[in-house]
Nanobody, 117 residues
Framework: QVQLVESGGGLVQVGDSLRLSCAAS????????MGWLRQAPGKEREFVAA???????YYADSVKGRFTISRDTAKNTAYLQMNSLKPEDTAVYYC???????????WGQGTQVTVSS
């Protein structure tokens, strides 16, 4: 099992930037992919971005060009750089890890991101 701890959320204004971090511990060798999902109030959890250990990255259309996922394998940490934030980016952001994007079964506790207009 991989343990994940997110940090970096907060309250920002429209157009601001924010960087989320996700520190992994435990069976990190199994975290071939690390990613981010988010859940807004009253909505289902949705995929945001993911990065494989190989360096391959995937993004939701809604964040392409604004968000960047990166990963420091030596530190077992993933990051999500969020630029040009919009009110619709407001959500609880969860870090996830697993062997593939569709099987990310390890989750963090989530960090709140609120974008105020």
């Amino acid at each position: 099992q991989v343990q994940l701890v997110e940090s970096g959320g907060g309250l920002v204004q429209v157009g601001d930037s924010l960087r989320l971090s996700c520190a992994a511990s435990g069976r990190t060798f199994s975290a071939y992919v690390m990613g981010w999902l988010r859940q807004a109030p009253g909505k289902e959890r949705e995929f945001v971005a993911a990065m494989y250990r190989s360096g391959a990255t995937y993004y939701a259309d809604s964040v392409k060009g604004r968000f960047t996922i990166s990963r420091d394998t030596a530190k077992n940490t993933a990051y999500l750089q969020m630029n040009s934030l919009k009110p619709e980016d407001t959500a609880v952001y969860y870090c996830a890890a697993g062997s593939s994007i569709s099987t990310m079964g390890s989750w963090g506790q989530g960090t709140q991101v609120t974008v105020s207009s």
